[in-house]
């Protein structure tokens, strides 16, 4: 929606800001989008800068605030930083690798506001998901944390890495989070933003693969006690569609607010998605790594009106190829990030769609 005033052109503000607090983590995970490291960044912003962000994301109407990093935890002033935001009307929620959080953290992150956590799980076995967070026991501290959240009624969900040495354990980790009681199961399909060309290149999934395990959640959803959501892959709900799943559990209308049902990518985009790193560096999503300005010399909402970057991203009809020519351009988009990191042009065609152009069937071919 596009609204104008006398300055100009107003665009709506995004349905959620993931802000990460902090680049400081406690682990050494292969495949982090926030390239963290092992003690905050020199630069990140300080305490009142961070409430001063709130309070512009607060008065700009956002729903829903993501607070991750890094590991949120290690900041020392993540409660003070989170219970301002809720105290302000931000619905607030927390993505954590889980390892710091035990009973009396579970109870402190509920009291100060937060709705719910996302707990990383990387694997349904301990020695697949320690490998790729780079600890021995990060398995055993992480599935701690979720007990803690179950005792003290804090809701919380799985976040999951889908790469190829995780491919033959996708069913057992979707049971993994129903059998503890996530409220859902989010499948993040790996895009190969920097330390992922460094460190697990071989892991992201070829056009084949990716078709394949979207097909296989699309069905698995159709008795699933919980909702499958898959970031990184707007495809995704194209195929709800094509299906017709209608889940057995809850509402078929749950399913049109999952990521880029009928919207499409969501990164930059009205009604979408902004991420904010801890310096205060603004990028349009975190698998979509292209600098649009810094909140210490713009507002938020300045960069997100002028930016001409996003200007461009949101106009769907500059998409090159495959992409600009595919009937589900506009409800669809592909995946913005996977085009800028394997392309050089975030415009480009999405290299991991395996949907033909402009057909209502799906394609089976590899990369």
């Known amino acids: 929606m596009i609204y104008y005033n006398l300055v100009g052109i107003i665009m709506e503000p ?22 963290a490291i092992d003690k905050p960044a ?15 994301i607060a008065s700009w109407g956002v729903r ?40 009396e953290t579970a109870r402190r992150i509920k009291e100060v506001g937060i709705k719910a956590v996302q707990i ?13 967070r780079g600890e021995n026991g990060a398995f055993y501290k992480a599935m701690q944390g979720v007990k803690a959240c179950k005792e003290v009624g804090l809701s919380f969900q799985f976040g999951m890495v889908i790469r190829k040495q995780t491919l033959n354990e996708i069913p057992d980790m979707l049971r993994l989070a129903v059998k503890n009681g996530a409220i859902a199961a989010e499948f993040f399909d790996l895009v190969a933003v920097s330390r992922v060309k460094r460190e697990c290149p071989e892991e992201v999934l070829t ?42 559990y809850f509402s078929t209308d749950t399913l049109q607010r999952i ?8 990164a930059g985009m009205p009604n979408g998605y902004i ?10 999503c975190m698998l979509l790594q292209v600098r649009l300005g810094n909140i210490r010399k713009d507002s938020i909402v300045k960069i997100w009106n002028e930016s001409p970057i996003l200007l461009k991203l949101r106009s769907r009809n500059l998409l090159k190829g495959e992409c600009g020519r595919c009937s589900y351009r506009d409800i669809c988009a592909g995946c913005r990030g ?16 395996w949907l033909p152009t402009a057909l209502g069937h799906y394609n089976t071919y590899e990369r």
């Not at 302000?88 to 390892?99: C, Q």
């Not at 990383?120 to 790729?132: K, N, P, V």
């Not at 990521?259 to 969501?266: F, K, N, Q």
Request: charged letters at 30%.
């Open 64 to 103: 829903l605030l993501i607070m991750d990093g890094g590991e949120p935890l290690c900041r020392d002033d993540f409660f003070e930083i989170a219970g301002y935001a809720s105290d302000i009307g931000l619905k607030v929620v927390l993505g954590s690798n889980g390892t710091f959080i035990d009973v």
């Open 275 to 284: 991420t904010i790193l801890p310096n205060g560096d603004v990028i349009p």
């Open 259 to 266: 990521p880029y049902y009928d919207r499409g990518c969501a």
């Open 207 to 248: 056009r084949g693969e990716r078709k394949k395990i979207m097909e296989w959640l699309t069905e698995a959803q159709r008795n699933c006690l919980i909702i499958i959501r898959v970031p990184g892959c707007p495809m995704y709900p194209l195929i709800l569609k094509e299906k017709n799943i209608k889940p057995k």
């Open 14 to 35: 995004p349905y959620l800001v993931s802000y990460a607090i902090t680049r400081k983590c406690n682990l050494k995970c292969k495949h982090c989008y926030s390239d």
């Open 42 to 56: 020199p630069d990140e912003l300080l305490t009142r800068e961070a409430k001063k962000l709130l309070d512009d």
């Open 120 to 132: 990383s799980i990387d694997g349904a076995r301990a020695e697949t998901h320690d490998l790729f």
């Open 338 to 353: 996977r085009a800028y990191e394997e392309t050089g042009n975030m415009l480009a065609s999405d290299p991991g769609c």
